[in-house]
């Protein structure tokens, strides 16, 4: 209910270890919540709407541009290994079974972690610390619906089409540069670099895209929401929020990779 | 007793608080407090910086958790209500942050729109409109409607800070410090601006100071707080007839200086 931190009395074990764990029931306190107030009515579409905007449009001109590169990048360094073996016609499925397994989620991710969940963090955070949370809780507003609930549900909802817009433009940097070199149409190549990807690997790209969001959503709010200790505290919920969230979606990469491999 | 040409009914009582205690870790802020807000009455809370008066008043609106005692407003046990009964209080009962707290992503119009929006929401927009006039009047801005709060000077905010409040109608207000860190005269129409609520509105408030000029203005009684208790009680004469240790101090620090 109350958004402000009450110091604990004596440590457990040591108060680093049990900061740890405290910090961790915390957070999964704070999801429960999540899920709590999500599916309860009425809904906030007002903000909601702003916030995929922010996501979208914040991040959309790094996503296209990094996504480009990827692929022009990608194409190239892979070129001469395959022409060495003579199927440089592998090029755009080789291109396009890299981008949606592996590259564009990433990528996709990285790029909200550091754009948005920043601003996330520092909003909030700011809000926090001059009592604008407790501003809304004592207008009788649930501050968790209108601020928490709208911002994660944007990212988990925006990150999968900023990952697929991500590999699409990825393919396409790479068409560029597999045309440049060699007359392909863009239909062939499309048709070519697609018919490799199953299902399952656009539902292991969109089980990430969708898991990542959901964490840079859930990290970066619960640091805003907990901000302390003035403007300082500010730039620290930003700082913590790319970090711990980069960090958080290396782990679950390595995790999902495991487990749908395992079933593939 | 100075009334503001108001009445004051004693057999109301709108916030009764009972021995209440608040600790922050081995910071023990609160230790017994006693306080009866009777309907229609201005009750100022006078004390030192950080011997817990925003704690005090952020327990009665349930901001914060008391460690010991009872807190009843308008007859509610306000630590013991679920959330949707307490967001219900909420609405009976007006804020005003020391810091303003305006939302600074949105215009001042925006600011008084938000609770009302999201505490009504079959209103049109023309009510919300002529609501947001009405409070925008009462408060002496009507011209800030568009302007963000970074574009406002600190009396002004302060003066959104409780028109966002009144917009939703309390019966009670709590005012932290109203008139810290303002030039004498915004001081004084502030004074003036408590006391126009309390005639208009028809509230009980808690008034939150250290300035003398504020208490006498606008408190029909002064309570004075010292190391997590009232030390003192009255109307602003009985508590300053003799003048002692902290009161003495306070008085010789506004009166004399
Ligand atoms: N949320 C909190 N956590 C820990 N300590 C707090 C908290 N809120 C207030 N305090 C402490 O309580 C004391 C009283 O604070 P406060 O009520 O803000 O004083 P003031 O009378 O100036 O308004 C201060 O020493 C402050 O450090
Ligand atoms: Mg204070």
């Not at chain 1, 560029?176 to 292991?204: G, R």
């Not at chain 2, 409780?162 to 009670?172: A, N």
Request: hydrophobic residues 45%.
């Amino acid at each position: 209910m109350s958004s402000t931190n009450e110091k604990q009395d004596k440590p457990v074990i040591t108060a680093k270890i049990d900061g740890f764990f405290i910090t961790f029931y915390d957070i999964a306190v704070f999801i429960a919540r999540f899920f709590r107030e999500a599916f309860r009515p009425p809904v906030e579409w007002g903000e909601f709407v702003r916030q995929c905007y922010q996501v979208g449009y914040k991040s959309l001109a790094l996503v296209t541009v990094t996504g480009f590169i990827t692929g022009v990048v990608f194409t190239e360094q892979s070129r001469p290994t395959l022409s060495e073996f003579g199927v440089t016609a592998w090029l755009p499925s080789l291109v396009a079974i890299a981008v949606v397994r592996a590259l564009a989620p990433l990528i996709a991710a990285l790029i909200c972690a550091g754009k948005v969940g920043s601003s996330i963090g520092a909003e909030l955070g700011s809000m926090k610390v001059t009592e604008q949370i407790d501003a809304m809780e004592v207008s009788a507003i649930n501050p968790f619906r209108y601020l928490i609930v709208t911002r994660v549900t944007a990212m988990t909802i925006c990150l999968p089409l900023l990952m697929f817009y991500n590999a699409l433009i990825g393919c396409m940097g790479s068409y560029f540069d597999v045309h440049a070199h060699e007359q392909t149409s863009l239909i062939a190549f499309f048709d070519n670099a697609f018919a490799q990807i199953t299902f399952l690997d656009y539902t292991t790209a969109l089980t990430k895209a969708i898991l990542y969001g959901f964490t840079i959503g859930i990290v970066s709010c619960y640091q805003g929401w907990n901000a302390t200790q003035g403007t300082m505290g500010v730039g620290k919920a930003a700082n913590v929020s790319v970090i711990v969230s980069m960090f958080l979606i290396f782990i679950e990469e390595v995790i999902i990779v495991h487990v749908f491999n395992s079933i593939r | 007793m100075k009334e503001n040409g108001h009445y004051i009914d004693k057999n109301e009582t709108v916030i009764k608080i009972r021995d209440l205690y608040k600790s922050f870790g081995d910071k023990h802020v609160l230790q017994g407090i006693d306080l009866d807000v009777f309907k229609g009455e201005n009750v100022v809370v006078l004390g030192r910086s950080g011997t817990g008066k925003s704690v005090l008043i952020k327990i009665i609106i349930g901001l914060l958790k008391p460690d010991a005692g009872t807190v009843n407003v308008l007859g509610e046990e306000v630590d013991q209500l679920r959330d949707a009964d307490l967001r219900a209080l909420r609405l009976k009962v007006g804020f005003s942050f020391q810091s303003s707290a305006l939302y600074d992503s949105m215009t001042v119009g925006e600011n008084l729109a938000f609770p009302l929006k999201r505490n009504n929401r079959s209103l049109t927009r023309d009510q919300i409109r002529k609501t947001i006039d009405v409070v925008l009047d009462a408060i002496g801005l009507p011209d800030t409607i568009n302007q963000y709060p970074s574009e406002l000077s600190g009396g002004q905010k302060k003066r959104i800070g409780i028109g966002r409040t009144l917009i939703l109608r309390p019966e009670i207000m709590l005012y932290d410090e109203p008139t810290a860190g303002l030039d004498p005269i915004t001081c004084m129409e502030l004074n003036k601006l408590i006391n126009a609520v309390k005639e208009r509105f028809n509230t009980s408030s808690i008034i939150i100071t250290h300035d003398l000029t504020c208490a006498k203005e606008v408190g029909d009684r002064v309570a004075v707080m010292d190391e997590g208790r009232f030390v003192r009680q009255g109307t602003f004469d009985e508590v300053f007839t003799e003048k002692e240790g902290l009161i003495k101090s306070f008085y010789d620090y506004n009166f004399i200086q």
